[in-house]
């Protein structure tokens, strides 16, 4: 196979690509019309079609794969192996699903899962899948105050959590986090379901919580639930640029179709074969490459409670790789970056037979090209670098490894994959140039898979990601695409940023900042870091007469955006200004602030209001 022929098919005959694709799926009732666009805003992927998530993902397999081993759970945290076999998995999710469904959740119900990397958190997600209910998985580094803006977005039935996270420094626990959120949250759910585990078991609050034991112990198992190929799987709330985030609604249909399609095409990784995608099932990633993707393909996937350095050192990935005989990892440029800083030389690598292993895919920030040189001789394999969005839910660049293996050029994703029109564009929508950056925009309708719009706010998935070209999707990216076609994206365009891998709303750190009393007005931007990619940086401006002693100040803000955005904002800096640069109309540069924070080239903007506030930066950064 070759990939231009393929690409060219999925656009050109999208109904004929899409349908074919389909067929890799189990219907209840095969859809009749693949693509309804008679609303161009909201096209829909199999909206006729009856299916079940779960079903395709853990029951279809379980006659010619029962034994299995469907998911092994790897925590060093705890030293522990666990293997559910696609016949264990199933067993596990109906008894889960006929617990859920005893607490009154039905189809179209919401479950928020608040969860650490155990195998509860994919057996629940399943669960929900499996009755038609809509899960809502928030990850573990969120404080309490994100955690119940997402309780009152998503108005969850039940809450299922767990008792603790393990992080190599320190225990988490959950359900203090949980109370404190419930506290805050208008919405309460009917129940809560704890999994007590064995590190800190939780204190339960009668009348509202059940174990997970519990739950199991008494429950009854239930067959899957046939639903709309457009009625919604999951909601998983993603950084935008306030401090609201974004829920992204993704439907049953068009999601199977893209992620099995995407499987043997895109990772070249096929029904049997292991695959590890070290991320959290709090992130995209883990919704598309830990869970469904590899078991709607009858994958073994590997479920890692760790990290890639410190449990208990450098060599983790490889050692996990050789216990489990993994084919393919995906993992963020951030954990390699972190591997090569603590083992430049790759000596953890020695002792460990990795012939299963095949290749590397990494995503989440662009690689940068040490990175991928380095990834590259190291591991004496392809590093493929490809770019995607919680909001497209699965690659829309890439190296198409299972199509065609095109040649690498390090610092670009490669090409668009197929069903995924690629365009830069400039301020009045004109198509830049090859090699020229703009805007990064998608051509509509988006191909299955891509999200169905924005949870119970649809004109903010309208005004947002529609609006700004005509018969595009405004992807937040800019880049530019060179004269071979292969895609580089540079960076964000809005005030969303990447933090080890994960993505965060500076808007969301600059709310908390601003809410402190001595804080007159601030901004929060993103500064390149070696090792995380980009670190959030903020500035502040006291409010006159304000004479708090700035360590003191500086230390406040920081325990507050961990407080109340989360550990995972990493947010640890802070400068005090006596001003900041801004438009004649008050708009702060950020975008200027950063590159002079990061030492790059800038011009000084002609609509800025006073010019010298930007000396004030650049003093502040110690760049004069
Ligand atoms: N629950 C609770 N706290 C969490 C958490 C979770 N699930 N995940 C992270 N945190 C906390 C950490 O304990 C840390 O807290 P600290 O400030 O007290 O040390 C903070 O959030 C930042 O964590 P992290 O981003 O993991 O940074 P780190 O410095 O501990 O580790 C890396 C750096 C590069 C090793 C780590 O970020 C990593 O493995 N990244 C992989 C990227 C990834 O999985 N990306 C997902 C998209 S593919
Ligand atoms: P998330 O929604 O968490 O997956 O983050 C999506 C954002 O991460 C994108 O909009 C990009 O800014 C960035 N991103 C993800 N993958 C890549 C990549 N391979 N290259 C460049 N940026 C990336």
Request: aromatic share 8%; with cysteine.
């Amino acid at each position: 196979m070759s990939y231009v022929p393929v690409f060219r098919r999925s656009v050109e005959d999208p109904d004929g690509f899409w349908r074919e694709a389909a067929e890799l799926i189990s219907w209840d009732a095969p859809p009749e019309t693949v693509l309804d666009t008679s609303d161009p805003n909201h096209p829909r992927w199999f909206a006729d079609g009856r299916l079940n998530t779960c079903y395709n993902a853990v029951d279809r397999h379980v006659a010619a794969r029962g034994d299995q081993p469907a998911l092994i759970h790897d925590s060093p945290v705890t030293g522990s192996v666990t293997t559910l076999t696609y016949r264990e998995l199933r067993d596990d999710v109906a008894r889960f699903a006929g617990g859920l469904r005893s607490l009154g959740v039905t189809a179209g119900d919401r479950v928020i899962i608040y969860m650490p990397m155990v195998p509860e958190a994919a057996v629940a997600m399943l669960a929900c899948a499996r009755i038609g209910a809509v899960h809502s998985v928030v990850f573990g580094g969120f404080a309490p105050r994100e955690l119940a803006v997402r309780i009152d977005d998503a108005a969850p039935k039940v809450l299922i959590a767990g008792s603790c996270g393990i992080e190599p420094s320190r225990v988490v626990e959950y359900m203090p986090i949980v109370n404190a959120a419930l506290d805050m949250s208008e919405h309460q759910p009917d129940a809560c379901i704890v999994l007590q585990r064995d590190t800190h078991p939780a204190e339960l609050v009668d009348g509202r919580d059940q174990t997970w034991a519990q739950v199991m112990a008494a429950a009854s198992p239930v067959d899957c639930v046939p639903v709309n190929g457009d009625d919604p799987l999951y909601i998983l709330y993603t950084s935008g640029t306030t401090g609201l985030p974004k829920g992204v609604l993704r439907d049953n249909g068009g999601h199977a179709v893209a992620l099995r399609w995407s499987m043997p095409n895109l990772y070249d990784t096929h029904p049997g074969e292991v695959f590890w995608a070290a991320s959290d099932v709090g992130w995209v990633v883990g919704h598309s490459y830990i869970v469904y993707a590899p078991l709607l393909t009858g994958c073994t996937t590997i479920m890692y409670e760790g990290k890639p350095v410190g449990t208990p050192d450098a060599g983790a990935f490889w050692r996990v790789i050789a216990d489990h005989g993994v084919n393919a990892l995906f993992t963020a440029p951030t954990a390699f970056r972190a591997i090569k800083k603590e083992d430049a030389r790759g000596e953890h690598l020695r002792g460990h037979d990795l012939s299963t292993f095949r290749v590397l895919y990494l995503a989440g920030e662009r690689t940068d090209p040490d990175t991928y040189v380095w990834a590259t001789n190291l591991l004496d394999r392809p590093v493929i670098d490809h770019w995607w969005q919680t909001e497209t839910g699965w690659p829309i660049v890439s190296n198409p490894m299972g199509i065609e293996q095109l040649p690498i050029k390090p610092g670009s994703a490669a090409v668009p994959v197929p069903g995924w029109r690629v365009e830069v564009l400039d301020e009045q929508g004109a198509q830049r140039p090859a090699g020229e950056e703009g805007a990064i925009a998608i051509g509509l309708p988006l191909p299955p898979g891509a999200l169905l719009t924005i949870y119970g706010d649809d004109d903010r998935y309208v005004n947002e990601y529609l609006t700004a070209y005509d018969g595009y999707y405004l992807t937040g990216d800019s880049g530019y695409i060179d004269s071979d076609g292969y895609v580089y994206v540079m960076g964000r365009t809005d005030d969303v940023i990447n933090v080890a891998g994960h993505r965060l709303s500076t808007g969301a750190m600059e709310e908390v900042v601003a809410a402190h009393d001595a804080v007159a007005e601030c901004a929060v931007i993103g500064v390149a870091d070696d090792m995380k990619g980009q670190v959030p940086l903020g500035f502040v401006v006291l409010k006159s007469g304000e004479d708090i002693d700035h360590d003191d100040l500086r230390g406040e803000l920081v325990q507050k955006v961990r407080d109340e955005v989360g550990p995972v904002a990493a947010f640890k800096d802070v400068r005090v200004v006596s001003k900041l640069p801004k438009t004649r109309s008050g708009k702060i540069l950020r975008r200027t602030m950063r590159r002079i924070a990061d030492g790059e080239q800038y011009t000084t903007p002609s609509t800025i209001e006073d010019p010298d506030a930007l000396d004030t930066i650049r003093s502040a950064v110690g760049r004069v």
